[in-house]
């Protein structure tokens, strides 16, 4: 077989063979097949598309193309949740102890990330001494014992999408649905767990912008998963403007613990219900999402699923001192509320430049390398619809320098559009695909 031929069949259209996808895969993760060609091939792929039998075995080419996670030392069903990303989406910090104090176990595999702020695990090292550097027998026993593990992507997990991401990336080959599905799928189902629940984001803050494309990798991930023996839902929510009221490391912590204690933001708590219920429900914990809705709300309210975090940061070598008294938590220097320009409703918030205020504020990477500073962010005093008096905050910028502070809340204030006529921002939850 050669890979030119290969190139040649898809640039004319054609469907390849499951042979001709492993042999790609295969020899590009084992450095025989150059970069050059697997570029030519992207975007082949990018033009004509791939069927769903392409997709799929694209998928399973990848997921077994390295490290596959088993997890059959852990009791129960196995449930793991994975979103899309956005501005101030700090979900599994409050969903992941919610879940297990309902007796649904959570081994999860999590990723620092470039971007706005940190990722999962970033924000998680705000406790102080907290690791992920778990040994996978360690990893299985605070599973077994108390129901929530989460440690860092092992280098070895689906390689394979790992040197074709990096490819994509620069060859303009990224935003094809097939690729990012596969690309996704395969490093959760080489994860292991049992159970999917995808949190597909769309609007200015996310990946896909338009809501019918979202659905459509909605769809594909959950046929994907299905299709290799997983139980696999998708939620679709809004990122049109940032989740919460938090942006930023430790302030993103410190919203995921007062949720827990049942003083969080209307649409984080709406949010982690939602998706909590299909993960209880995947994991034969609640028959129906009321049900599943009840035992959520009932775990906050008797403070269970605070105990639960503190036990998941105990046990992960972390401060649990911090989940109960959150000033513990790393803390900006400057804290400077941004007063609304004038009078008027909330219209809009560019999502995405919150993101980059964050980012400009030390909160975020822009390379592999960058320092991430965890206690810089925004706190957002007035959401979309919202009605706000010319002098009162719009947003507190919580930063270490004084220039990039500047920075922050004048880009902020550009971000931010008031009107005078009330806005009718559309729901949370746009569709769940179970
Ligand atoms: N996230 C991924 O993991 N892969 C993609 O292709 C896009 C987003």
Redesign the pocket.
């Known amino acids: 077989m050669r890979m030119y031929d290969i190139i040649m069949k898809k640039r004319n259209g054609g469907e390849l063979e499951d042979r001709e996808i492993r042999f790609f895969i295969e020899g590009y993760t084992r450095g025989e097949i150059p970069d050059y060609q697997v570029s030519a091939l992207m975007m082949a792929i990018y033009f004509r598309g791939m069927t769903e039998r392409e997709t799929q075995e694209l998928t399973m080419a990848m997921a077994e193309s390295g490290d596959r996670l088993d997890l059959s030392q852990i009791h129960g069903i196995k449930v793991d949740k994975h979103s899309?990303?956005g501005v101030g989406d700090k979900t599994s910090l409050a969903l992941t102890p919610m879940v297990a104090a309902c007796g649904v176990s959570v081994a999860k595999m999590s990723g620092r990330g470039l971007g706005h702020t940190g990722g999962t695990i970033d924000k998680l090292e705000s406790f102080p001494g907290f690791t992920t550097e778990l040994t996978r027998q360690r990893f299985t026993e605070n599973v077994n014992r108390i129901g929530i593990a989460i440690m860092g992507q092992t280098a070895d997990l689906a390689p394979a999408?790992k040197k074709l991401?990096a490819l994509?990336d620069v060859t303009a080959t990224?935003d094809n649905m097939s690729?990012?599905a596969s690309?996704?799928m395969s490093?959760k189902l080489a994860a292991g767990a049992d159970a999917i629940v995808l949190d597909v984001k769309t609007g200015s803050g996310a990946?896909m912008k338009k809501q019918e494309d979202a659905e459509a990798l909605a769809r594909e991930m959950v046929r994907i998963g299905r299709n290799a023996g997983r139980k696999t839902t998708a939620v679709i929510s809004d990122m049109d403007q940032p989740l919460g009221l938090s942006v930023g490391n430790a302030l993103e912590v410190r919203e995921a613990i007062e949720t827990l204690m049942g003083k969080g933001p209307e649409d984080f708590e709406e949010l982690c219900l939602v998706l909590g219920s299909q993960m209880l429900i995947a994991g034969e914990k609640a028959g129906s999402v009321q049900e599943a809705e009840k035992k959520l709300k009932e775990v906050i309210a008797d403070g269970s699923a605070l105990r639960k975090l503190a036990e998941f940061v105990e046990a992960q070598g972390g401060d649990s001192r911090a989940v109960y008294n959150p000033d513990m938590l790393p803390r900006a220097e400057i804290v400077r509320p941004v007063p609304a320009p004038e009078s008027g409703y909330i219209g809009s918030i560019v999502c995405d430049e919150v993101g980059i205020c964050s980012l400009i504020l030390g909160g975020g990477r822009e390379t592999k390398e960058s320092e991430i500073d965890l206690s810089v962010g925004l706190t957002l005093c007035r959401k979309v619809g919202d009605y706000v008096r010319k002098g009162d905050p719009l947003v507190v910028v919580h930063g270490n320098a004084e220039k990039r502070v500047e920075e922050a809340a004048g880009r902020y204030l550009r971000a931010c559009r008031i009107t005078d006529a009330p806005p009718c921002p559309g729901p949370l939850i746009k569709a769940v695909f179970t």
């Open positions: 899309t990303g999408d991401y994509r990224v690729l990012i690309s996704i490093k990946f």
